[in-house]
T-cell receptor, first 115, second 111 residues
Framework: EPEVTQTPSHQVTQMGQEVILRCVPI?????FYWYRQILGQKVEFLVS????????KSEIFDDQFSVERPDGSNFTLKIRSTKLEDSAMYFC?????????????FGQGTRLTVV | GNSVTQMEGPVTLSEEAFLTINCTYT??????LFWYVQYPGEGLQLLLK?????DKGSNKGFEATYRKETTSFHLEKGSVQVSDSAVYFC??????????FGQGTRLTINP
């Protein structure tokens, strides 16, 4: 069964360092997303991406964040200068379309710890 | 803006007990409603969904009915199993497919 894969499963980084979280969406999907979940809080939308550009982003997704689809298969989230409050579980998701009720398929998440 | 409120957890039940996890939402118009489940060490998986009022989503013995009059989408299962232990997330989407999640409910089933 096709699945979304994320690497690494756990990343520890020092405050101020850049991190890149990687995702391989399902191959025939066209819409890509990043969400995050700070420990004990809700899963929050960060950004959606379609046709090689951002289609929507939340207030959380400020200039420190960027996304890229560098090679037609990977979908990455970069945090330029990590802060302690960026520590969270980051989920990548993809979907085939954007119609009403379309299922988004999620990866298993990358736990980012900023120390 | 749109929001989802879920029953606070954690919830602990014995095997074969009846399960209800409450979920209410706030949205304009007619959102689609979802329940996602996260088993230990895995990603979020769609459990069931409903796209219009009075629709019932069902899967693996779980059910939820889209109630517009009460803006609710409560998850129920008649007889839970140990393997149902997981975190359950209620969510909605509207228009652009961005999901808005509730805070999640951790369910533990004891044998």
């Amino acid at each position: 069964e096709p699945e979304v894969t994320q690497t690494p499963s756990h990343q520890v980084t020092q405050m101020g360092q850049e991190v890149i979280l990687r995702c391989v969406p399902i191959s025939n999907h066209l819409y890509f997303y990043w969400y995050r979940q700070i420990l004990g809080q809700k899963v929050e939308f960060l950004v959606s991406f379609y046709n090689n550009e951002i289609s929507e982003k939340s207030e959380i997704f400020d200039d420190q964040f960027s996304v890229e689809r560098p090679d037609g298969s990977n979908f990455t989230l970069k945090i330029r200068s990590t802060k302690l409050e960026d520590s969270a579980m980051y989920f990548c998701a993809s979907s085939e379309s954007r119609g009403q009720g379309t299922e988004a398929f999620f990866g298993q998440g990358t736990r980012l710890t900023v120390v | 803006g749109n929001s989802v409120t879920q029953m606070e957890g954690p919830v602990t039940l014995s095997e074969e007990a009846f399960l209800t996890i409450n979920c209410t939402y706030t949205a304009t118009g007619y959102p689609s409603l979802f329940w996602y489940v996260q088993y230990p060490g895995e990603g979020l998986q769609l459990l069931l969904k409903a796209t219009k009022a009075d629709d019932k989503g069902s899967n693996k013995g779980f059910e939820a009915t889209y109630r517009k009059e009460t803006t609710s989408f409560h998850l129920e299962k008649g007889s839970v199993q140990v393997s149902d232990s997981a975190v359950y997330f209620c969510a909605l989407s509207q228009g652009a497919q961005k999901l808005v999640f509730g805070q999640g409910t951790r369910l533990t089933i004891n044998p």
